[in-house]
């Protein structure tokens, strides 16, 4: 900075405003400090401004799965609302591992993130409570913190899988089974309760054979809805627990002779074109109204932990719609 200042005949405070858009420059002496500044390839100091502010204008997004269509909108609308706070955004995957996102979090806080969006693998979240108490602002998004109080913001997971099975049930299904993820992860449970919700309202006795949860590896989803498609009363719709799942029962059912009806939760690419009715959550609001409200906390919001539920959306598009074979 003294390099520049010497270069544009200027004082150190005056560069130290145009480097940092402040008022009270002219524009001729701006125009005189940009230049100095392009001639000798000069470089604010990020690091000394840590020092000097205490915030480092970074945010960190932990995931479950990178690959994973639903994070994409979400990621981008986080990065989004965090350009916009003159952030930048760091994020990283915990592949559904409790150790590597307490890992990762705890790498994230290290280098001194101002504020956490958390995907949350695990079920206890108490690591978390010396760093939120430093002043690291944290929300938790899809599923609860464990074991904490934290600001989160979640889908309508259990309202949005009853919707879905009731509408099964409204074309007249009544062996309808069940498909989804771990039985740990708290959108799988809710899910499933939503469906027993929807059966029970119907007056139908779920049987267990209706039911799977489980990873979502291809192999494994593939056995399940082929055992629930076999035997003398196969089930005659099928409700797939997320967007991984409908992939593969897609799969399955396109082997089929007879038709067999399908509705999955989270959208999928061209399940417009495939026809295939789903449960759509809006990744991209949830990413945003996490991100909005963590700014919110770092500008210096203190009410009690909130819980922000969106709602969900049915888009019949053909498959969830067809009769009982």
């Known amino acids: 900075m003294k390099d520049v200042a010497a270069r544009a005949g200027v004082g150190l405070k005056t560069v130290s405003r145009v480097v940092n858009s402040e008022p009270g420059v002219t524009p001729d002496t701006e125009r005189r400090v940009q230049e100095a500044i392009d001639a000798l390839g000069f470089r604010r100091n990020d690091s000394a401004r840590v020092l000097r502010k205490g915030r480092t204008a970074s945010i960190g997004l932990v995931l479950e799965d990178l690959a ?6 979400l990621s981008r609308a986080v990065e989004e609302v965090a350009r916009a706070h003159g952030a930048l955004l760091i994020n990283g995957s915990s592949a559904e591992d ?72 409204a074309h007249g299904h009544r062996r309808i089974g069940f498909i989804g993820d771990q039985p740990r992860i708290h959108t799988a449970t809710e899910r499933l309760r939503g469906y027993h919700a929807a059966m029970a309202d119907a007056g139908i006795t779920v049987e267990d054979r209706w039911v799977s949860l489980g990873t979502t590896d291809p192999g494994r989803v593939r056995s399940a809805a082929e055992a629930m498609l076999g035997g003398p009363e196969p089930v005659t719709a099928l409700f797939a627990g997320n967007n991984r799942v409908t992939v593969t029962a897609v799969r399955v059912i396109a082997e089929r002779e007879r038709p067999v009806a399908l509705v999955g939760f989270d959208d999928i690419e061209l399940a417009d074109l495939l026809g295939i009715t789903v449960i759509s959550q809006d990744a991209a609001a949830v990413g945003r109204t996490a991100a909005e409200h963590l700014f919110r906390r770092l500008d210096g919001a203190d009410h009690a932990p909130a819980r922000v539920e969106l709602p969900t959306t049915l888009i019949p598009r053909g498959s969830g719609e067809l009769p009982p074979a």
């Open 68 to 73: 994973d269509p639903f994070y994409g909108p």
């Open 98 to 169: 409790p150790e590597r996102e307490q890992e990762l979090v705890l790498a994230l806080c290290a280098r001194r993130v101002d504020g956490l969006i958390v995907i949350p693998a695990g079920d206890d979240h108490r690591y978390l409570e010396p760093e939120i108490k430093a002043g690291i602002a944290t929300v938790f998004v899809d599923r609860p913190a464990g074991r904490i109080d934290a600001d989160m913001v979640l889908s309508d997971s259990f309202g949005g899988s009853r919707e879905g099975v009731a509408h099964l049930i």
